[in-house]
């Protein structure tokens, strides 16, 4: 990378949801990693992932904050549109959870089984997640049919922009919900709700947001797309790096462009609790651990697919060729060795420690 | 005429869009954030769904077409500036047709008609489609049976087809789940 020389700085229009994990692409602008890898990243904020989807699918975005599921529901087009998409790293593992209604978290806790407990409702159990083939979908329903819950059939499932589920609970519309934070903390906040479960506590480490773009992208531009990935990827190191950081990327977060919550707030959700194993925890780098792009992230979620019966047949040498394109490893190395991020051997990590029916 | 639901949850004015549709003889209801919206669909039916395409909802809308595969609605996006390009990527991309803002009132009514027609159609296709697609999955399953039966039972190929069909008759079953039968069973036994 040369530095001084001087050359136009390329512009890439980057859409994010505000959300507490779009923090490695705010940081990334915040301290100049953008123009130190010869880009200028303009962020978008959007409402809704349909709007991500469809922006970056159209070419007015060119990279995207998105849940890693979405990512695969598009390459196989679940309830959607399908495209081809590239998934240059991942951003963050963990931070999201289940919150139930106070009562019916009050008696969780005295050991009740859930599925007693939401059989009793007068009503067919209403729990949202954030987009049909979302992460939030994926631990919603995992944690359900761990207790015996059919997601698909025992309640009523419905996506509904993270804002709006405290207030939803609140009127009494939602029986629970999984989204990521400062939304899960909020119910605690208004006292309409509990979180009853950390996704870290589904699995520890899970793949939780990624940094997408159109695969045509990935493949015309590698050299873009690798010093993208270079200046986020630096971004998810220095936010690891100390708690300091983090609280600095709160007061940025707090910006009204961006999610517009107070610092504080947003601190209590950025900042690793003192408790909890920090495996299980909100974490963005992990020495590259949670950057890499594993393939048997994408398998696990082809998999999920399949199990709710959105996507038919099991033709593992198909899907490993399907991953080969969307995960862009080769971008992703070369990434990590321009920064000195370690690499994995592997290509693949030990498997996700949730039940796992292929055939029924 | 069809019932339109418009979905107004952002700060973009759709008063105008609603009253060139009632001009214009439709039955409009109008919902003004997720809630209202899930009640609206499930209560009144809406027959098309008009939204912004900075509205929170869409992904709510875009729940409702999993979960209800064989009964979704059309949706139209409504836009207040017209990047041709993102037009073009939404229609290939589910949403049935796309509105800018600023269109006459009097072009309103056509484009609702050929969204509904053009919904049908890629229904219609769709389904055509996973029907394809099981064919070629069938097809797979009982080459693989028809395969086993080859290897194991040394049948030929003729042979080993009948096998399976007399199966599917006395059974009562089709001949891709006594296929299916079959590969599980070798699976188990090795």
Known sequence: MTLDKPRRRRVLHVGFVPLIDCAPLVAAVRLGLDGKHGLSLQLHRQASWAAVRDKLLSGELDAVHALAGLVYGVETGIGGPRGELAILMT???????????????????????????????????????????????????????????????????????????????????????????????????????????????????????????????AALEPETATALTAAVLEACRWLDQSPDHRRQAAQWLAHADIIGLPAGHLAACLLPP??????????????????????????????????????????????????????????????????????????????????????? | MPRILLLNDTEKPLGEL????????????????????????????????????????????????????????????????????LIRAALGAGVTAYIVDGLAPARLAPIIQVALARFEQQSHLRRRLDEVQQKLQDRKLIDQAKGLLMDKRGMGEAEAYAALRRQAMQQNLKLADVARRIIAMAELLG
Not at chain 1, 309 to 337: F, K, P, T
Not at chain 1, 344 to 357: A, F, H, I, Q, T
């Open chain 1, 91 to 217: 951003l963050n593992q963990n931070g999201q959870a289940i919150v139930l209604s106070s009562g019916l978290a009050r008696e969780l806790e005295r050991g009740r089984p859930l599925r007693e407990l939401l059989s009793a409702l007068p009503r067919m159990p209403v729990l949202a997640q954030t987009f049909p083939t979302g992460t939030h979908a994926m631990w919603l329903y995992c944690w359900l049919a761990a207790q015996g819950v059919d997601p698909l059939r025992d309640i009523h499932g419905l996506s509904m922009p993270p804002p709006q589920m405290p207030a939803a609970m609140a009127a009494g519309d939602l029986d629970g919900y999984c989204a990521g934070e400062p939304w899960s903390r909020q119910a605690e906040a208004l006292g309409v709700g509990k979180r009853v479960v950390r996704s870290g506590q589904i699995w520890p480490g899970h793949p939780e947001k990624v940094l997408a773009c159109r695969r045509q992208f």
């Open chain 2, 18 to 85: 609603r009253d060139a549709l009632q001009a214009g003889g439709h039955e409009v209801l109008v919902a003004t954030g997720t809630r209202a919206l899930l009640k609206a669909v499930e209560e009144q039916q809406p027959d098309v769904v008009i939204v912004d395409v900075d509205s929170p909802s869409r992904d709510t809308l875009e729940q409702l077409a999993l979960i209800d595969r064989h009964a979704p609605r059309p949706v139209v996006v409504f836009s207040a500036d017209a990047d041709e390009q």
């Open chain 1, 274 to 360: 003192a408790d909890e194993a920090p495996s299980t925890c909100l974490r963005f780098h992990a020495d590259g651990q949670v950057n890499f792009p594993w393939i048997s992230d994408g398998r696990w979620f082809l998999r999920q697919f399949r199990r709710w019966g959105w996507l038919a047949g099991a033709d593992a040498v198909h899907d490993d060729a399907l991953l080969a394109e969307v995960h862009r490893l080769a971008s992703y190395r070369a990434a990590a060795q321009r920064i000195g991020v370690p690499l994995p051997v592997e290509n693949s990590r030990s498997g996700p420690p949730l039940d796992d029916p292929q055939r029924e």
